[in-house]
T-cell receptor
Framework: KAGVTQTPRYLIKTRGQQVTLSCSPI?????VSWYQQTPGQGLQFLFEYFSETQRNKGNFPGRFSGRQFSNSRSEMNVSTLELGDSALYLCASRQDPTPEKLFFGSGTQLSVL | GNSVTQMEGPVTLSEEAFLTINCTYTATGYPSLFWYVQYPGEGLQLLLK?????DKGSNKGFEATYRKETTSFHLEKGSVQVSDSAVYFCALSKETSGSRLTFGEGTQLTVNP
């Protein structure tokens, strides 16, 4: 079974631009969560989608948004990029409603210049 | 709110040394506790978990015991290997927050031959 796939692996943008990251969950998984990882703030929860509905949201500004498609693939979008948005963005999927069954992708490394 | 505090790193050990990484948490009720590991260039992988007080999670020679009285979940391994070099994250979740994980800062472990 293929794991969680995130694309692209690396991304370089400039301030003010917007960016879209993609995540394909493990086949059969209907829940997708997103986390931001930075050296200063560590790992922080962004949001979770389940069956195309946002079910949970972290404390991030409205510039961070996401969506989930009918095939469970998910995208997250960051508009009006700031330097502080530079981070590794991790996607995780699960089938069952138990956190220990979260499977993480390798992440998208976003650099904002 | 919920929080997790890990011992500061980085930690450098020689092969076959004993490892302890301290983790304490703040949360109401009885959260589930986890240790995740992140190898270079990869996403997070669940290492072990415990879901109630006095439970001991174990995997690949690593162990951690859920101590409610000290709100701790320290990670231990009797004899580390070079291949254990990675970043280790302690995390908690509450049923009421779905798959949202609250992570500690992470501890970089380097094992030298």
């Amino acid at each position: 079974k293929a794991g969680v796939t995130q694309t692209p692996r690396y991304l370089i943008k400039t301030r003010g631009q917007q960016v879209t990251l993609s995540c394909s969950p493990i086949s059969g998984h209907r829940s997708v969560s997103w986390y931001q990882q930075t050296p200063g703030q560590g790992l922080q929860f962004l949001f979770e989608y389940f069956s195309e509905t946002q079910r949970n949201k972290g404390n991030f500004p409205g510039r961070f948004s996401g969506r989930q498609f009918s095939n469970s693939r998910s995208e997250m979008n960051v508009s009006t990029l700031e330097l502080g948005d530079s981070a590794l963005y991790l996607c995780a999927s699960r089938q069952d409603p138990t956190p220990e069954k979260l499977f993480f992708g390798s992440g998208t490394q976003l650099s904002v210049l | 709110g919920n929080s997790v505090t890990q011992m500061e790193g980085p930690v450098t050990l020689s092969e076959e040394a004993f490892l302890t990484i301290n983790c304490t948490y703040t949360a109401t009720g009885y959260p589930s506790l986890f240790w995740y590991v992140q190898y270079p260039g990869e996403g997070l992988q669940l290492l072990l978990k415990a879901t109630k007080a006095d439970d001991k999670g174990s995997n690949k020679g690593f162990e951690a015991t859920y101590r409610k009285e000290t709100t701790s979940f320290h990670l231990e391994k009797g004899s580390v290997q070079v291949s254990d070099s990675a970043v280790y994250f302690c995390a908690l979740s509450k049923e009421t927050s779905g798959s949202r994980l609250t992570f500690g800062e992470g501890t970089q472990l380097t094992v030298n031959p």
